[in-house]
């Protein structure tokens, strides 16, 4: 089977539908023919199996035991080996189909009308494939069915945490911004309670100076207090001194 040259044209991304359906029709039809090639080496050892059970033995022919069981064997190594050879064409077959998902639909949906509608071989006769041969085909359906489904679940669950994930990247830039908010608001109250800090202290160095202002002109009102007083008491002094020599001056001129 050439399916490692089908694989090689079913990675590329970019390949276009029709070139997909196209590539999967000549694919199906080249499996079909190969399990018509199995289905036919079956048949061939099926009927050595029953020429081999046909011949007969007895008491008047002991030299047809040993040809029957020659015929027996070599019936049943070319059974195994056609079943051999089938079983590994189906897991190919199915390793193939199964290269991704859109693959394996297309597959799934050509070898299903195949199987119906019959397929070409080189001579552009059309071919059907036996009963037993169709249950073959069929466990490539079926796998081809349920690797779609696992598959499709894969992707699905993928999306799933892709969508959380994004959701999970968003929450962490809205929760990046709203720190960076916070600690912007942080470093401007730091900025407010600095300014505070100093506006009191600049009030506190104020009050200080008033206080000291205060006392101040406290002892510089008292300091005046006192020589008003003295001034007042030296002032009485002299008018009493005036006085009492205008009395003397009086007392001698009336004598």
């Not at 056609?82 to 290269?99: G, P, R, V, Y």
């Not at 070409?120 to 490539?140: R, T, Y």
């Amino acid at each position: 089977m050439t399916a490692s040259v089908f694989t090689q044209e079913i990675i590329r991304t970019d390949i276009d539908p029709s070139e997909l359906h196209a590539i999967a029709k000549k694919s199906a039809t080249s499996i079909f023919l190969k399990i018509k090639e199995r289905e036919k080496s079956i048949r061939e050892a099926k009927d050595a199996a029953k020429n081999a059970a046909a011949i007969k033995t007895g008491m008047f022919r002991w030299g047809n035991t040993d040809d029957k069981v020659d015929a027996t064997a070599a019936a049943l190594v070319k059974t195994n080996a056609a079943l051999a050879e089938m079983n590994d064409l189906i897991q190919e077959s199915i390793k193939f189909t199964c290269t991704s998902i859109q693959f394996a639909q297309v597959m799934h949906k050509t070898m299903d009308h195949l199987m119906v509608s019959g397929f070409k071989d080189a001579h552009g006769n059309i071919q059907q494939l036996a009963g037993e041969s169709k249950e073959f085909v069929q466990l490539i359906l079926d796998e081809a069915e349920d690797f779609v489904s696992k598959q499709l679940a894969i992707e699905e669950k993928h999306a799933e945490l892709q969508a959380r994930l994004t959701q999970k990247e968003q929450i962490d830039v809205d929760q990046t911004r709203r720190l960076e908010q916070l600690q912007s608001l942080l470093e401007y109250k730091n900025t407010l309670d600095d300014r505070q800090e100093k506006a009191i202290q600049i009030l506190f160095d104020f009050v200080k100076q008033k206080d000291q202002l205060d006392k101040d002109q406290s002892e510089l009102i008292q300091e005046l207090f006192r020589k008003v007083q003295l001034w007042k008491l030296s002032l009485g002094l002299s008018i009493l001194s005036i006085i009492v020599s205008a009395a003397i001056f009086s007392l001698t001129y009336l004598r």
